[in-house]
C-alpha cells in the first residue's frame, strides 16, 4: 500500500506546478491557486503515509522524480514547453534513477 500511496503522491506532486501554471491564464487565477494549494496538501500528506513504510531517500527520490518527469510531460504536451532530444534525455535520466532506486535491494 505504501507505493500506492507514494504514486498517487506524485501525481498530487504534478498537480500543483499545474495550477500554478493555470493560475497565470486570465480568469483562472483562482482556479489554478485551488488545484496547486490541494496538490501540495495531498502531496505532503501521501508522502508522509508512504515514508512510514518506504525509507525517506528512496521515497523523496521517487516521488520528485515522477513529479519531474510527469510535469515536464505535461509541460510540453500542453503549454507549449521545449521538446529537444536533450530535454527528453534528461528526463530519461531520471525515470532510470527513479526505476534503479525501485529496484534496488
Known amino acids: 500500500m505504501a507505493w500506492m500511496y ?5 501525481v498530487c506532486e504534478i498537480s500543483w ?3 500554478l501554471k493555470l493560475a497565470q491564464g486570465p480568469g483562472r487565477a483562482t482556479f489554478g491557486l485551488v488545484l496547486a494549494g490541494v496538490g501540495m496538501a495531498a502531496s505532503g500528506w501521501l508522502l ?7 525509507p525517506m531517500g528512496t521515497a523523496y527520490a521517487v516521488w520528485t522524480g515522477i ?12 503549454f507549449g514547453d521545449p521538446a529537444s532530444l536533450p530535454r527528453f534525455a534528461g528526463v530519461a535520466l531520471i525515470v532510470a534513477g527513479v526505476v534503479t ?5
Open 48 to 54: 508522509y503515509l508512504a515514508q512510514r513504510q518506504i
Open 67 to 78: 513529479g519531474a518527469a510527469g510535469t515536464f510531460g505535461l509541460g510540453v504536451a500542453f
Open 17 to 19: 506546478p499545474v495550477g
Open 6 to 10: 507514494l504514486l498517487l503522491a506524485a
Open 101 to 105: 532506486l525501485k529496484l534496488a535491494p
